[in-house]
């Protein structure tokens, strides 16, 4: 589980800082673009069960236990600023905390610091995940968010999706090779190789906010009930 966004995007908050390393079309940065002086409040998510962006045509019963369920349903629990979930091929569970905006996961019998991560205010919300390794430069990507809150201003949904260069390219023809990053770059964006960069807030927030809708098969984490049953 390589940060708590992953599973609450699988969202659940389906992309890891590693996962972006590997995926083209993207925004990233060398520096972050925006800082703590940026950072918006972090509504809590409701305590309970969240099933998170299960995988297409995964069926199973939500009202049974969730030991009953397939792995593909990608369920999770949420318990204060920790969320939890049950890896049934380890038979071992693992943690990940979201803690002063800084993501540290507990895997395979150790805790590791993933980076940071920086939620920022807007429409619609951006969150801002560093990934930061050993002796090779720091990256920042970027990923819009859009939560549902419930009357007590608790999150129960929350739909994530990553920032992109621009809209995706056309699948390519018979005989060709395909093209990894778009064709089309949005207004600021700077393409280098498959991704591109900007060092402009403006830019970014408009380019979150076009991307929006651009992956249909992002999916959407929501909370399904109290309990961890």
Not at 69 to 89: E, I, M, Q
Not at 205 to 218: P, Q
Request: hydrophobic share 35%; charged share 25%.
């Amino acid at each position: 589980m390589a940060s708590p966004w992953k599973r609450v995007v699988c969202l659940a908050f389906a992309f890891s800082a590693g996962l972006l390393l590997s995926a083209c079309n993207l925004v990233t940065t060398e520096a972050p673009l925006f800082t703590a002086a940026d950072a918006a409040p972090t509504p809590p998510l409701r305590e309970g069960i969240w099933v998170g962006g299960k995988e297409k045509d995964c069926r199973f019963d939500e009202t049974r236990p969730v030991t009953s369920w397939p792995k593909c349903a990608n369920w999770f629990l949420v318990r204060g600023d920790t969320l939890s979930h049950y890896d049934a091929d380890k038979k071992s569970w693992e943690y990940a905390i979201l803690r002063d905006g800084r993501v540290s996961t507990f895997e395979d019998g150790k805790w590791k610091e993933e980076g940071g991560f920086l939620l920022v205010a807007g429409d619609p919300m951006i969150g801002q995940l560093g990934e930061e390794k050993p002796d090779q430069p720091k990256a920042y990507f970027y990923m819009g968010l859009r939560p549902t809150l419930d009357d007590q201003g608790r999150v129960i949904q929350m739909s994530v999706w990553p920032v992109q260069c621009g809209p995706p390219p056309p699948p390519a023809k018979d005989g060709e090779k395909p093209a990894f990053a778009t064709q089309a770059p949005f207004a600021g964006m700077t393409m280098v190789e498959n991704n591109c960069t900007t060092s402009s807030q403006d830019a970014l927030r408009a380019a979150a906010k076009a991307s929006e809708g651009l992956d249909a098969t992002t999916p959407t984490a929501h909370w399904l009930r109290e309990g961890d049953h």
